[in-house]
């Protein structure tokens, strides 16, 4: 078949190919693989002249003469693992011979401590071209080099030791701990250098032996790194405790390929770019054993795809909190895992073309029924019956009538109620939380939760067998009244349809009463039926709250979390159909990674020696075939009235005892050789669990509820359900698909599914079966390795082709890496010039008729070159384009430029004419109205002045110098104000207000006719005001504490007139001397004062005419204002002290005075005697 597109032409060579093909197709068997394709001059490429010519079209120079001979392939048994096999070296020659290290010794590297030096020999190495010989042809060169090997002992282990000496098939070996041991060649194994330790990819290891990939899975473990690589597989060992491995930063890391080591972010991101690049569904299929971790797998691939496409409006997170409704409606405690999933899923999440997150589907498998109604000991049911008998509220405890675990017979049928470090009640509140966050209404979930309730007190239901009869009566308990009352059924109608069968023989219809054991059966189907319901019905409500934009979507990726294999003591219907899923699964895992690629090798003409592997086809023909498979006998001796389990057993021992993959065994249980192992099956249960019966009886009483559930769950039985004959055996039943068939269109269904994605296989294993952190169980690993197929992975993942692309997809995305074109363009042509371009070796790829075939790693080499032209392309063009751009710019910048200084310069000289003008006028008038205020305030002040000299004139002594003070003083405008306050200050000042409103009322007109710029002038007037302001203000002030100055100086010069008035009988001598210092003392004080008045005066005139534009102008008048300060303090200082000098000269002088007057009485006295 012709892959290529429409419309492509064909060129001469492929042709030319096409016809080879079929002339080797015609002179060959069928049976035989097609002729080889025409290759390049080498090994993979180009073939010899003497195999076939090829016409001249190809221009590629040819680096060897040399003429491939014909090889030979032998299927070694502890060697090659497929491919073509290498060169068989001496018994003295190393086998890592073919690694391209000149001169490298790892073991001396090793010994003398030079760790880097073999760091970087296992960095430049090749890791696919170790060879692998047998250990027998180079015994002699482990024990020359005294190599180490992998020794096995009696109890099966394997131990590392080092060749001491060698007999005929015997060797001695040292093990690690010291012991000697003799043991047969035929049980030693190569062991791997001491530089292979941990790698990340299996595939790099030397030798893929069983012990080998344990050890190395097992040192990466011990150091904390529990995911490694098989190939495109990868292995995830479950630590078994939190881990640090992961969250926003480790999803940047990987997003933007700053960490490359095996995680599930980076399967998930490999699965992510495929579908946005290819726009091919991807799926990632996650599987092991119970306990291996794939559940907490699933939800950190989830994590990642959430957030890759950011921006999903709140779906990534509803997708992420469906797995904690579904953890707890669907997984239990069970003896191997305390979270098992009791089910199987796929979640389907859909993306937009952007590549976010617009929608997503669950579909779930086989949920275990049986574990609602029967426990083993040690084991619990679902953990929601738990959760909300702990976290419930109490307003939902009492409503529902919930009492503790321990109190429902469901539940202690096992003495384990909890599991160890687990919080029910904290994991009922986060289920709330995950219940509201996929918008579940309130009503919604008291429906459920009654429907929970009903089914634990369904378990506490009674029956008491009547006397002398072999029936049973339902006791009309607690229990039954509570079902009665959260199904919204009668008591009644609950009570008939648990203890009676509906019979119906002809038209008439038969009550026939149940014995105790069918009482039991039928209570115990009725909760089964009721729980699994409820299950469908909360996946189909989660399903609605996800499915927005999921039409919209082309893209999808599948995330599988199914049961693993399962294999117990005593194994049941429920392990029957889990292993059937999990052959069925393992066979698309085979088909993938071995069949499809070796029937693709052969079919397109790759020189290439088949692998063999095991193929479990039988095991699933076993199942599957009609009409004599498992599924087939089983719902055929299910359809028999009169079939038991016995019967069963023995009808497959009779009719599949001669298959390869089937052994019956005693006492009714049956072996099957499954492609993990064999399991012992016992076929007690399993017809009654294939037909899971439910009486009409039982789906009548539910839909005669009144509750909204029950009615719907009666309704969608009925409507899967065919309608019953009217009469005859199957008339009391409802025929309806068994289990097994039902499972098997599903699983059917399932796999269709997988086959249109691209796979991506996840193998979690299980380290050991206690659950214990660091604790690695080597039996156990390598049973699951075995199981999961892991070591055939690696085998033919190594010597495969993983990597393919059609020739004309090849020279699409390559072709430009070409420094030169040829005359011709045919892909093929492209596609080896490509190839001898960049040197990639012969053994490293294959063509084919259509496609070209890698191996790992070199397509990922051709992927780096193509990214680093297309970024210096890209570099190119932004240089190129910003230049351009930069030119561009600067000569609109410079046209810009000229324009704005022209535009600029006009609108300047507008502004500056106008404003001139406008000064000009300004100017004018405030000259005008500053020489009429002065004017003005000149007729005030003299008017004044003379006013105040009148009234002074009447006072006498030191009045009159007090006068001729306020005289001096006259001119300086904050005294003078101060003293005219006591005049006629109001008429005054309404005179001069009057002329202030005159003069801002012509400064008003000024300005509404000069708007243009009266920005300019507002705050030049704003300023000024401002200013004027402040002058007023100290001005003001200065007043006061002046009025208070001289108040305190009239007083003391009214006190010292008053005493020199007041001593009429002293000497004039005295009084003159007195009244001279005191005089003096005033006088000086006066002189004093005037001068700093004047002073102050003169300053605050200096800093309003000179610093009236200054923005210093508050910083100078508050300096002036402190110095006025600090000087008026000092003044009143001195004038208290003359005043008190006066006072004390004052009492002096009555003091005389007085005694002068007693001398003068006395003297009288003497005078008239």
Avoid at 355 to 384: D, P, W
Avoid at 620 to 626: A, G, N, P, S, Y
Avoid at 911 to 918: A, P
Avoid at 1057 to 1077: C, E, I, V, Y
Wanted: hydrophobic residues 35%; contains cysteine; charged residues 25%.
């Amino acid at each position: 078949m012709d892959n290529r597109p429409a419309g492509t032409t064909r060129s001469s060579l492929e042709e030319m190919l096409e016809s080879l093909k079929e002339r080797d197709e015609a002179e060959h068997p069928k049976d035989l693989p097609p002729a080889l394709p025409s290759r390049p001059n080498s090994r993979a490429r180009r073939p010899s002249v003497a195999k076939r010519s090829l016409p001249n079209l190809i221009s590629v120079p040819d680096s060897s003469n040399k003429v491939k001979k014909k090889r030979e392939y032998k299927r070694s048994s502890g060697g090659s693992f497929g491919g073509k096999k290498p060169k068989e070296p001496r018994p003295d020659e190393s086998p890592y011979a073919s690694v391209t290290i000149s001169d490298v010794n790892f073991e001396e590297n090793l010994e003398n401590g030079d760790k880097d030096s073999a760091d970087f020999a296992v960095k430049s190495s090749s890791f696919p071209k170790f060879k692998e010989p047998e250990l027998n042809e180079n015994l002699g060169y482990f024990i020359k080099k005294k190599l180490r090997v992998w020794c096995q002992l009696k109890d099966g282990q394997w131990e590392l030791g080092h060749i001491q000496s060698t007999s005929a098939e015997t060797a001695s070996v040292l093990l690690g701990n010291g012991s000697l041991v003799i043991a047969s060649t035929g049980e030693l194994l190569p062991a791997n250098p001491d530089i292979l330790e941990g790698v990340d990819d299996l595939i790099q290891l030397s030798y893929l032996n069983e012990p080998s990939v344990l050890h190395n899975l097992q040192f990466r473990f011990t150091h904390d790194k529990f995911y490694s690589k098989a190939g495109s597989v990868l292995i995830a060992i479950n630590p078994f405790k939190k881990l640090k491995l992961y969250g926003n930063d480790y999803i940047t890391a990987y997003r933007q390929k700053l960490m490359d080591s095996p995680h599930v972010y980076a399967i998930t991101d490999t699965a992510y770019s495929e579908m946005m690049r290819d726009e091919v569904n991807q799926s990632l299929i996650i599987s092991g054993e119970s306990g291996a971790g794939k559940t907490e797998t699933a939800k950190i691939a989830m994590q990642y795809l959430g957030a890759l496409s950011g921006g999903s409006g709140g779906m990534d997170q509803k997708i992420y909190q469906t797995s904690s409704i579904l953890e707890a409606f669907g997984n239990a405690k069970t003896s191997r895992n305390d979270n098992s999933s009791r089910f199987g899923k796929l979640i389907e999440i859909y993306f937009s073309a952007t590549g976010t997150i617009c929608g997503a589907k669950i579909q779930t498998f086989l949920l275990e029924k049986s574990r609602v109604v029967q426990l083993a000991q040690g084991e619990r049911s679902y953990h929601i019956f738990y959760q909300i008998c702990a976290g419930a509220s109490s307003v939902l405890k009492e409503k529902l009538n919930l009492k503790a675990a321990s109190e429902y017979k469901y539940l202690n049928q096992s003495s384990r109620l909890v599991v160890d470090n687990v919080n029910d009640a904290e994991k009922f509140a986060q289920l709330m939380e995950a219940l509201n966050t996929i918008h579940l209404s309130e009503e919604d979930q008291q429906h459920a939760f009654e429907m929970l309730a009903a089914v634990l007190w369904m378990g506490n239901i009674s029956f008491q067998v009547a006397e002398n009869e072999n029936y049973v009566e339902v006791l009309s308990d607690e229990a039954c009244k509570m079902v009665a009352s959260l199904l919204g059924c009668s008591l009644e109608d609950l009570i008939l349809a648990l203890s009676t069968h509906k019979i119906r023989a002809g038209k008439e219809t038969v009550a026939k009463k149940l014995t105790l054991q069918q009482a039991i059966d039928t209570r115990d189907a009725l909760a089964k039926f009721v729980y699994a319901s409820l299950f469908e019905w909360l996946v189909e409500k989660i399903n609605r709250s996800l499915v927005k934009g999921r039409w919209q979507s082309r893209r999808s990726i599948s995330i599988l979390d199914i049961y693993g294999f399962e294999s117990f003591k005593k194994n049941s219907f429920e392990q029957f159909c889990i292993n059937y899923a999990n052959e069925r699964l393992q066979q698309h895992f085979n088909r993938h990674l071995f069949k499809l690629q070796q029937e693709e090798y052969e079919s397109d003409g790759i020189d290439w020696t088949k692998v063999e592997f095991e193929d479990n086809q039988e095991c699933l023909d076993l199942f599957e075939k009609k009409p004599i498979g498992l599924i087939s006998l089983l719902d055929e001796e299910s359809n028999f009235p009169n079939g038991s389990d016995l019967t069963f057993a023995n009808k497959l021992k009779q009719h599949l005892e001669d298959h390869p993959s089937f052994k019956g065994e005693r006492g009714g249980a049956f072996s099957v050789r499954h492609y993990a192992g064999e399991v012992l099956y016992n076929t007690t249960g399993f017809l009654e669990k294939n037909r899971d019966p439910l009486q009409p009886d039982t789906i009548q009483l539910l839909s005669s509820c009144s509750r909204q559930l029950p009615q719907l769950f009666a309704s969608n039985m009925q409507s899967q359900t065919p309608k019953p004959p009217s009469n005859g055996p199957g008339a009391s039943e409802l025929h309806r698909k068994s289990v097994g068939t039902k499972f098997k269109g599903q699983l059917f269904k399932l796999m269709q599914q997988l086959n249109n994605c691209t796979p991506h296989f996840i193998r979690c294993i299980k380290p050991n079966s206690k659950l214990l952190p660091g604790l690695y169980e080597k039996p156990l690993v390598l049973e699951q390795l075995r199981c999961c197929g892991v070591l055939e992975v690696v085998r033919i993942s190594r010597s495969g082709y993983p990597t393919r692309v059609t020739h004309q997809e090849f020279a699409e995305r390559y072709g430009f890496l070409l420094s030169e074109f040829g005359v011709t363009q045919d892909p093929l042509s492209i596609s080896a010039s490509v190839l001898q371009q960049f040197g990639i070796q012969p053994e490293m790829y294959q063509v084919g008729y259509t496609k070209l075939y890698f191996r790992v790693g070199q397509i990922g080499a051709l992927e780096d070159t193509r990214k680093r032209v297309l970024q210096g392309t890209l570099e190119v063009q932004k240089h190129f384009r910003r230049h351009l751009a930069y030119r561009y710019f600067k000569e609109l910048k410079r046209g810009t430029i000229t324009l704005q200084s022209f535009v600029r310069a006009d609108i300047v000289k507008r502004k500056y004419s106008v404003m001139i003008n406008l000064r000009q006028q300004v100017a004018k008038r405030l000259n005008d109205q500053l020489s009429a205020a002065v004017q003005l305030q000149s007729v005030i002040r003299g008017l004044l002045v003379r006013k105040h000299i009148n009234h002074l004139q009447n006072s006498s002594g030191t009045q009159d110098l007090m006068n001729s003070t306020v005289k001096d003083f006259g001119n300086y405008s904050p005294f003078l104000f101060l003293q005219q306050s006591k005049l006629n200050w109001p008429s005054a000042v309404a005179v001069l207000q009057k002329r202030v409103l005159e003069a801002e009322a012509a400064v008003s007109k000024l300005e509404e006719e000069k708007t243009a710029l009266r920005v300019l002038v507002e705050q030049h007037e704003n300023r000024l005001l401002e200013y004027q302001a402040k002058v007023k203000s100290i001005e003001e002030m200065w007043e006061m504490k002046i009025a208070s100055l001289q108040r305190s100086l009239a007083a003391a010069r009214k006190g010292d007139s008053d005493n020199a008035s007041g001593q009429p009988g002293g000497s004039p001598l005295t009084k003159h001397s007195n009244w001279s210092r005191s005089r003096n003392a005033i006088s000086h004080l006066s002189k004093e004062f005037e001068s700093q008045s004047q002073n102050f005066d003169n300053e605050a005139l200096a800093i309003v005419e000179v610093n009236s534009e200054s923005t210093n102008f508050d910083e100078e008048f508050r300096v002036l204002k402190q110095k006025f300060d600090s000087w008026e303090r000092d003044y009143k200082a001195r004038l208290r002290d003359a005043r008190a000098k006066l006072q004390k000269q004052q009492e002096a002088e009555r003091h005389q005075q007085h005694h002068h007057h007693r001398w003068l009485w006395i003297l009288r006295t003497l005078k008239f005697k």
